[in-house]
């Protein structure tokens, strides 16, 4: 009998990641499709044949990581950010469909999972993650397990009536708004004209440029204020950043951890560490292995 395996799918706005995930962490057979976004029902058709395409004896529960508000309880998709996912009982549809326990999470959740298990969090027991990207997400391990509730720290509030947030949220002054690669892109444009975007503005920086780096150091220090509330609320032995706007880390990390040092409550801020996330886009993936194997053992 082969070791028991699972089926990771990282769901993301442009690309499904599949693999098939061992309980320590490592994914054998990566593949990467494009996300149907036409319907939902096209998107579940992708899922399928993505599924289909790894499945064997050998997988014992599969694993979703979606960009998706969820209801752990009933397993349902209450609704999604850029894919046409919504009101389904998604749990469900899928363990129906391949025979098989399935868990779900929502992706900045599983990228903290997979960053726990195997990444920059391997040596600690707790540890916060955010996600800065097109959006900022998060997530969160305590003692050792997964909060799988909702963590959404790019909507927590640095400002009261600050700038508005972005996407469909309605709040103002919330984090996402002033650390994401979209706010990189924003201000990048402010300054150097229509055509700049968030990865010119730190190749600028790495030029040396000063009205660059300087945009970077108060977003490092917006991100800071963020991290403080964090740190203050879950005494964390470790935060990392990750996503694909983390590429502007080395402008972004002094700035944030001078500002996170003010704002915490002794002794936290001299214990807690900032790191960058270790395994880039596989932190899904294996996170929603992980996620599989907990739905196996009926966790
Ligand atoms: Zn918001």
Same mark, same amino acid.
């Given at each position: ?9 990282? #769901? ?17 057979? &990566? ?5 149907? $976004?036409? @319907? /939902? ?7 399928? =044949? ?7 004896d050998s997988v014992v529960g599969l694993g979703f990581g ?5 209801? /752990?309880? $009933?397993? &349902? ?35 903290t999972y997979g960053e726990f298990h195997s990444g920059a969090?391997?040596?600690? @027991?707790?540890?916060?993650? #955010? ?52 706010? =990189?892109?924003?201000?990048? &444009? ?55 706007f983390a590429a502007a880390w080395e402008f972004l990390v ?46």
């Open positions: 009998m082969p070791d028991p395996r699972v089926i990771g799918v990282d #769901l993301g706005g442009t690309e499904i990641l599949t693999g098939i995930v061992a309980r320590d962490g490592t994914v054998e057979r &990566r593949r990467e499709t494009t996300t149907p $976004t036409e @319907s /939902q029902d096209a998107l579940l058709a992708g899922l399928d =044949a993505a599924v289909e395409a790894l499945l064997d979606v960009p998706s508000r969820l209801d /752990q309880k $009933t397993g &349902r998709v209450e609704g999604s950010v850029n894919i046409p996912l919504e009101g389904l009982d998604f749990r469900a549809r899928m363990s129906e469909r391949f025979l098989r326990p399935v868990g779900i999470e929502n992706d900045a959740n599983a990228a969090g391997r040596d600690v @027991s707790t540890m916060v993650m #955010l996600t800065l990207g097109t959006g900022c997400g998060g997530g969160v391990v305590i003692d050792g397990k997964l909060y799988r509730g909702w963590a959404e720290f790019g909507h927590m509030v640095i400002e009261y009536d600050g700038i508005p947030c972005q996407g469909s949220c309605t709040g103002r002054g919330h984090l996402e708004p002033y650390v994401t690669g979209t706010a =990189a892109t924003k201000l990048a &444009r402010e300054a150097f004209g229509p055509a700049a975007d968030a990865h010119r503005l730190i190749r600028l920086a790495d030029e040396g440029d000063q009205r660059a780096r300087e945009i970077l150091d108060g977003m490092g220090r917006r991100l800071g204020a963020g991290i403080g509330s964090l740190v203050n609320i879950f005494d964390p032995e470790l935060v990392v950043i990750g996503g694909g002094e700035p944030a951890h001078e500002v996170m040092e003010r704002e915490v409550l002794a002794p936290a801020g001299g214990r807690v560490r900032i790191a960058r996330a270790e395994l880039g886009t596989a932190a899904g993936l294996i996170g929603a292995g992980l996620v599989a194997f907990d739905a196996a053992d009926g966790l």
